[in-house]
């Protein structure tokens, strides 16, 4: 949340605030909840479903101003993957869930306060497997995402999303 809280940028989704719901147990826990605004084109995965006719590189280009901003400012995502990445009524890609985002270990120069932390492990795998970077599923007991590895992820998203959809398609339509 305090992360988050900090980004200003078209391509990544605003922060609004938080809020607190009581939960059914009767010893008084209440739930945290972050408030974003509501995405209604759901997420990259099924506007490009919803609107073939979409500018794809439009969206590629959304996606990479989003995640030069996070790093800019010093900050990991951890997690980009279509499912993250949400489309606003102007049909502008938005990064979101920050829930393993974090700023960056040993990259001062881009985070001018020095203050290090990124997305952590405890020795359990974190974050989407498919769309993670060599490294993290290594051997290591604590690996640590970095830019690196966003970027490993958005390559992933591109490749996945848009590439080989296409390349599926086409060959389906060559079978015929």
């Not at 605030?17 to 995965?45: E, R």
């Not at 960056?104 to 993670?132: D, I, K, Q, Y």
Request: include cysteine; aromatic fraction near 8%; charged fraction near 20%.
């Amino acid at each position: 949340m305090r992360i988050w809280s900090k980004i200003n940028h078209e391509n990544v989704l605003a922060f609004l605030g938080f809020c607190f719901f009581p939960t059914p147990l009767q010893d008084g826990t209440t739930l945290l909840s972050l408030v974003s605004p509501w995405m209604k084109n759901g997420t990259v995965v099924s506007y490009i479903r919803q609107h073939p006719e979409v500018d794809r590189l439009d969206i590629i280009w959304g996606v990479l101003r989003g995640l030069k901003c996070l790093h800019g400012k010093g900050i990991v995502h951890g997690d980009i993957k279509g499912g993250n990445v949400f489309m606003t009524d102007q049909g502008t890609p938005v990064l979101a869930d920050f829930g393993l985002a974090s700023l960056a270990e040993n990259e001062p120069s881009l985070n001018p306060t020095h203050e290090s932390v990124t997305s952590r492990t405890t020795g359990n795998l974190r974050g989407s497997p498919r769309w993670m970077a060599p490294e993290l599923l290594g051997t290591d007991s604590s690996p640590k995402s970095t830019f690196a590895t966003d970027v490993w992820a958005y390559g992933c998203l591109i490749l996945v999303r848009f590439l080989l959809r296409d390349l599926v398609h086409q060959l389906n339509v060559i079978r015929q």
